[in-house]
Antibody, heavy 119, light 110 residues
């Protein structure tokens, strides 16, 4: 069955960096685009970034452009999100999700990993 | 990339029908056939309910239906059940090749 498992969250000081991972299994990872979506505590969903199946196309929300980088390693069935210059407002649960096309996160989401940016 | 506008809360009694609106602009909802809806229970990942305005993924109850008129999309839940109590979010593909979510709506079953 399809599984997406995020890792790499934790407490990080403002201005520092963090790399999140999303390990995929149960499907042909290299055939699908992938998303990162986040949710601040008690708040709504916020789309962060998407990467195409082969990694050639990447799109970002304005709120993270220039600070976050989405990437993937299809040989390891793993999606990444590199975040630098972290701010308090980046505190959130970060989910990875599979794309069904046209930037639509579909049925398969991970359980999320919590990032807390605090001194 | 302003969030799409949804009502903060909608409520209904069991068996009733309710509708949740999702208002954007001509750069997102109005200009896109790729509007989706998600259900989220507390502490859980979102569940994919509707895609491309009107389509249901396999396994989603036909009590859930989607529509769109102009810059506003809507999710209708028919035959409301206690388990439908959750937060609901719309999303839309935008003309900038990005995705935008709605502000979210809390559905309460009275």
């Amino acid at each position: 069955q399809v599984q997406l498992v995020e890792s790499g969250g934790g407490v990080v000081q403002p201005g520092r960096s963090l790399r999140l991972s999303c390990a995929a299994s149960g499907f042909s990872f290299g055939a699908y685009g992938m998303h990162w979506v986040r949710q601040a505590p008690g708040k709504g969903l916020e789309w962060v970034a998407v990467i195409s199946d082969d990694g050639s196309k990447k799109y970002y929300a304005d709120s993270v452009k220039g600070r976050f980088t989405i990437s993937r390693d299809n040989s390891k069935d793993t999606l990444y999100l590199q975040a630098i210059s972290l701010r308090a407002e980046d505190t959130a649960v970060y989910y990875c999700a599979r794309d069904r096309g046209w930037l639509t996160p579909e049925t398969y989401w991970g359980q999320g990993t919590l990032v807390i940016v605090s001194s | 990339q302003s969030a799409l506008t949804q009502p903060a809360s909608v409520s209904g009694s069991p068996g009733q029908s309710i509708a949740i609106s999702c208002t954007g602009t001509s750069s997102d909802v109005g200009g896109s056939s790729h509007v989706s809806w998600y259900q989220q229970h507390p502490g859980k990942a979102p569940k994919f309910m509707i895609y491309d305005v009107t389509n249901r993924p396999s396994g989603v109850s036909d009590r859930f239906s989607g529509s769109k008129s102009g810059n506003t999309a809507s999710l209708t839940i028919s035959g409301l059940r206690p388990e439908d109590e959750a937060d609901y979010y719309c999303s839309s593909y935008t003309s900038s090749s990005t995705l935008v979510f709605g502000t979210g709506t809390k559905v309460t079953v009275l």
